[in-house]
């Protein structure tokens, strides 16, 4: 197997249940300890944390008590010789958040969303990133006229202002993801994320993530959101998987649905040195719902093993038939070079 300069992540979220909108869990749910335990075992080096993953039941706690837990948690992690990759504000789930975190229409509402990164940030800080992923789920709307997209734009820019005001050396990244919940989400792509990082007070501490599935249900091939991100210096984080063309964000092993594509993202990183910055790799996956639980953790293993077996067909690729075949304009047998090299012998 490729030797390969690639750390790898996961965030406790990725040892869901199985439940969806039609049916209970499939699965126990498992302590934190065991999900680290596991962690540990599939090698990987480093967590991703929403704040509520962190610090349980984050909003009844005091400011106080949130940092306490926050560093019993990094002792922990220590105590195990496993990084806590980057903190997330969960801004989704809370009654404060129905009509958006950062771009809801009451001006309270708004302030939680901003008071909860800024602590958010607090945790960051105590765990020892100064990674903070904002995933904007709640960003959009379902009723077009119900915000407007300017305003959402301006409000955007605040908030993130806000953030980078609080604490000079946290960097933004964001996750760009089109749709789900949202109708519509106003920071789709990757292009819209480094767009409005422009616009804020420090630009150059505002970032972004690649998810492969959001990426795909935006119509766009990973490959080159990869490739764009990367040639401003503003791919700070990752999360690979799959997606079976545009339905609801499948979070699939990734390669699963197409290792053709899995491939050219990891040619992407590649050609652009992904990891030697520091940067995670991070399979933000799920098991099948239809997943027994003695096979848990067979999406993270196979994710990996899929990850380096693509990270050595890309270092064995036939450069050189390749390029004639380019200087020729023979792209014909150039796709079936790919096909071939892919399949192997
Ligand atoms: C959902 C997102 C979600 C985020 C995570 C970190 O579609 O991919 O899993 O990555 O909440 O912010
Ligand atoms: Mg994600």
Redesign the pocket.
Known sequence: MAKSQYRFCV?P?NFSEGGDPYGPTTRSAQTFDWKLAALKKLGFDAM?F?DDDAVPDIDSKSAAQVLKEAKELKKRLDGEGIAAE?V?P?LWFAPQTVDGGYTSNSKKDRQYAIDRSKQTIDIARVLGTDLI???L?REGTYVRESKSGARSTELLVQALDAMLAHDKKARLCI?P?PN?PMDHAYIPSIGHALAIASLTLDPKRVGA?I?S??AILAGFDPADEIDFAMSFGKLWSL?LNDQNGLKF?Q?KPFGSANLRVAFNQIRALERNGYGKKGEYVCF?VHPFRTTREEHFLKHLDNSKKTFLRLVEKARTYPVKQADALIADRNYQDLDQLVIEHLLGK
Do not use: I, P, Q, Y
């Open positions: 965030g979220w991703m929403h980057m997330a969960r992923v904002l995933w789920a996750e993801k789900e993530l998810e599935a959001h999360h964000d979070d933000d």
